[in-house]
């Protein structure tokens, strides 16, 4: 995630991290060719069919207003895991209150420790990254670790063992029954929030919509210089390009923001998410905290 003031006027021009342009350079200077062969052609060669801008500026509105409403569709599906993770956050720091109020020094210990695990389990599924999950060794064993792991969701594998635990507490009367129902309401709120974090994660946009935009923004933007020769004349290969970067980029942006977990400029920062429910961890158990994981070259991970 790109985290840095808004750049001057200068240098808004030249910042390229975060920014779609690397992505679709190619297409943009693709069409400024084909702008300026056309017009050559036009030219020197034979006379083309000049089409009035009139029928581009209709398109155009149409297009604008798809590409918004698929953009809105990513960003939602963005904000969403963003919100999920927040309560994530929160249910973690609520199940440390309650392990002071509700359980002895060594069973808080063992689910805090869970809950750790958990967290980090879940962020390795997510980011299907098998080697994120090796931080949940600040919980646990390797032993544990390569049980949860062997089951087909790690992070489930680590709820349902804090259930288990709660459990054995509930039968040795060492949970009371307001702690049973105040744990049994937070796994709950855990394990909400996971379902729900898998399910934007399992369930992409349509593709017809990404196929859809993609096939009428290159069919619009090859057709729009017979429109421009006329309306522009040697100014149309840099219409032409401004044309492309709007469609595209807006293209480009809502895939990323569509899979709000992927390591990239435009991910939610899952790494710095997982530090601050270990720095909360660690003070609830009495151990040194880890440092917040800094900004590095305007990134957050």
Not at 36 to 65: C, E, K, R, Y
């Amino acid at each position: 995630m790109i985290v840095r003031e808004y750049p001057t006027v200068l240098k808004l021009f030249w910042v390229m991290q975060g920014s779609v342009l690397p992505r679709i350079y190619r297409h943009i200077l693709f069409l400024i060719a084909l702008t300026v062969a056309i017009m050559l052609v036009d030219n020197f060669v034979w006379s083309l069919p000049h089409t009035s801008m009139q029928p581009f500026l209709m398109l155009g509105v149409a297009l604008s207003l798809f590409l918004g409403f698929r953009n809105t569709s990513a960003y939602d599906r963005w904000w969403q895991a963003r919100m999920q993770w927040g309560q994530l956050t929160a249910s973690v720091r609520a199940i440390g209150h309650e392990t002071r109020i509700f359980c002895n020094n060594d069973d808080r210990r063992e689910i805090l420790c869970l809950t750790g695990a958990f967290i980090h389990l879940h962020r390795a599924f997510l980011r299907r990254n098998s080697a994120l999950a090796d931080d949940a060794l600040t919980y646990i064993d390797r032993e544990t670790l390569e049980r949860f792991q062997m089951s087909a969701n790690p992070a489930s594998a680590a709820l349902q063992e804090i259930g288990n635990h709660l459990a054995a507490m509930a039968k040795d009367g060492r949970l009371s029954g307001f702690g049973q129902r105040a744990f049994t309401d937070r796994l709950g709120e855990m394990e909400l929030s996971r379902t729900s974090n898998e399910g934007i994660f399992n369930t992409p946009l349509p593709f017809v919509y990404s196929l859809l935009v993609w096939q009428t923004s290159f069919l619009y933007c090859i057709l729009l210089p017979f429109g421009l020769i006329e309306a522009a004349h040697w100014m149309a290969p840099a219409f032409a390009g401004i044309a492309a970067y709007v469609f595209f980029g807006l293209a480009a942006v809502t895939d990323e923001l569509a899979h709000p977990f992927t390591a990239t400029s435009n991910g939610l920062p899952l790494d710095s998410l997982c530090r601050m429910v270990d720095i909360g961890l660690a003070e609830q158990m009495g151990r040194t905290p880890p440092p917040p994981l800094d900004v590095r070259n305007h990134f957050l991970s």
